[in-house]
């Protein structure tokens, strides 16, 4: 009957992308009370607002239960297997960019590359008898990013936080997270790898792939995305 749209429930993301929104004559608000996660679109008919965790909007593309979502690339393709064949980006919002990259301790002065991080991390093994932590919440980008660098001799830990303390609290000899400033890795004495980061990524609104789509809401969709001057 309507079309779901995803949008951040809290947090920069969230007012930011209702600004991008309503400087294109779409108005998305939130609704009740300040705790309540409710909220309406004015400006164009046929749309619900689903106000979601950031990091749960790739699995409710995935799954159908949205038909739209704003979330960062970063999270759409750590979290979703196969990601182009679940969602389709139709518009980069231009805000929300952030790096995903490798980094480690500021005092390693031999390591700058992933050659260099593959040898730490064989010496490591060889001294300590136990592979190289590098903490993340990033798992399948930083595997996959690491493997094509030739880095075999590490271990991911999950980390879903505070992930550039890791390293101070000992649970960790490097980090894979994201930033944007770097004022986060150089307060924690880190250094980021002289490298292509893993993803660059940005804000970005999705359709889902898999959610059906009935007449009424087909022509919600088209209307909305004539009214954000997409396609
Ligand atoms: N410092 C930052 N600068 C720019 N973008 C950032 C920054 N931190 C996080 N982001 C981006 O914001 C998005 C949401 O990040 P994150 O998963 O940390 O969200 P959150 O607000 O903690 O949400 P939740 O925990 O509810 O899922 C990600 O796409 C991420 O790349
Ligand atoms: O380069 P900077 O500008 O310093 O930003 C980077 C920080 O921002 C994000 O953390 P967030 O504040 O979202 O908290 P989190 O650690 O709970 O993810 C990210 O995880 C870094 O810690």
Redesign the pocket.
């Known amino acids: 009957m309507t079309i779901k749209l995803g949008v951040p429930s809290k947090g920069r993301l969230m007012e930011k992308t209702f600004d991008w929104f309503g400087a294109r004559g779409v108005s998305l608000r939130r609704t009740g009370s300040e705790r309540e996660y409710s909220g309406e679109v004015d400006g164009v008919e046929g749309v619900e607002l689903v106000l979601l965790s950031a990091g749960e909007i790739p699995r409710e593309l995935a799954a159908g239960r949205i038909h739209l979502g704003v979330t960062g690339t970063d999270l759409v393709q750590d979290k979703l297997v196969q990601w182009e064949q679940k969602v389709d980006p139709l518009a980069e919002l231009g805000f929300g960019h952030?790096d995903l990259i490798v980094a480690v301790p500021s005092c390693w002065v031999d390591v700058d590359t992933l050659d260099d991080l593959d040898a730490a991390a064989s010496a490591f093994r060889a001294k300590h008898g136990f592979r190289m932590r590098i903490a993340t919440?990033y798992h399948r980008l930083v595997r996959a990013y690491l493997h094509a660098g030739g880095v075999a001799d590490y271990q991911l830990v999950d980390s879903?936080?505070?992930?550039?303390g890791t390293v101070k609290n000992m649970t960790a000899e490097a980090i894979a997270?994201?930033?944007?400033?770097?004022?986060?890795?150089?307060?924690n004495h880190l250094k980021i790898l002289a490298e292509e980061p893993v993803l660059r990524s940005q804000a970005t609104l999705f359709r889902s792939r898999v959610a059906k789509l009935d007449n009424p809401e087909r022509s919600a969709l088209r209307a909305l995305c004539a009214q954000l001057s997409l396609e």
């Open positions: 952030a919440k879903q936080g505070a992930t550039e997270d994201i930033t944007s400033s770097g004022e986060t890795l150089r307060a």
